[in-house]
T-cell receptor, first 116, second 108 residues
Framework: GAGVSQSPRYKVAKRGQDVALRCDPI?????LFWYQQALGQGPEFLTY????????KSGLPSDRFFAERPEGSVSTLKIQRTQQEDSAVYLC??????????????FGSGTQLSVL | KNEVEQSPQNLTAQEGEFITINCSYS?????LHWLQQHPGGGIVSLFM???GKKKHGRLIATINIQEKHSSLHITASHPRDSAVYIC??????????FGKGTRLSVIA
């Protein structure tokens, strides 16, 4: 596609429910990042993939959060047993460069998760 | 962890005004990014800087490595510039650390 695509755009979950958020990066992009953005705050790093390898998952807030990118393209962020504090916008970004310092990062529009 | 502070938090300007948004950080960096976020979440990368100054259209970004400070300037501001402007920094092989953003409203 022309840009980074995230789905669903909005997700409402009941507390305790599992959710899966999808990111389709730009075709051929090596690096893929997930961020969490709470209301009124800047994005916070969750995890980084270089192709299918998850190089850093230090930002995942708990073991309820899991991310994968099995074929080095589409990535899924899964949150198990959702809690109200998980409510946020989840942003995905990709880059053609295989480094932490990327000249050009392309962001998706995010998935807004609301946990009731 | 690097601490990134932006000022002002909110800014309202009249169309045509020259705008400055500031960003300071606490630890030496390898690169600084300026990003634009429109309502609905979409983020666009504007600049990446490691030294000096960059210009793109009406946008100018400068960085002073010694003072750990960067500014984003918008000349001849227009209502379509209304957005949240976010500063983010890299320190070597570490994740981007983002500021909280500056909400800009340009009134016609």
């Amino acid at each position: 596609g022309a840009g980074v695509s995230q789905s669903p755009r909005y997700k409402v979950a009941k507390r305790g429910q599992d959710v899966a958020l999808r990111c389709d990066p730009i075709s051929g992009h090596v690096s893929l990042f997930w961020y969490q953005q709470a209301l009124g705050q800047g994005p916070e790093f969750l995890t980084y993939f270089q192709n299918e390898a998850q190089l850093d998952k230090s930002g995942l807030p708990s073991d309820r959060f899991f991310a994968e990118r099995p074929e080095g393209s589409v990535s899924t962020l899964k949150i198990q047993r959702t809690q109200q504090e998980d409510s946020a916008v989840y942003l995905c970004a990709s880059s053609s460069q295989n480094s932490w310092t990327n000249e050009k990062l392309f962001f998706g529009s995010g998935t807004q998760l609301s946990v009731l | 962890k690097n601490e990134v502070e932006q000022s002002p938090q909110n800014l309202t300007a009249q169309e045509g005004e020259f705008i400055t948004i500031n960003c300071s950080y606490s630890v030496g960096i390898s690169a600084l990014h300026w990003l634009q976020q429109h309502p609905g979440g979409g983020i666009v990368s504007l600049f990446m800087l490691s030294s000096g100054k960059k210009k793109h259209g009406r946008l100018i970004a400068t960085i002073n490595i010694q003072e750990k400070h960067s500014s984003l300037h918008i000349t001849a501001s227009h209502p379509r510039d209304s957005a949240v402007y976010i500063c983010a920094v890299n320190s070597g092989n570490t994740p981007l650390v983002f500021g909280k953003g500056t909400r800009l409203s340009v009134i016609a």
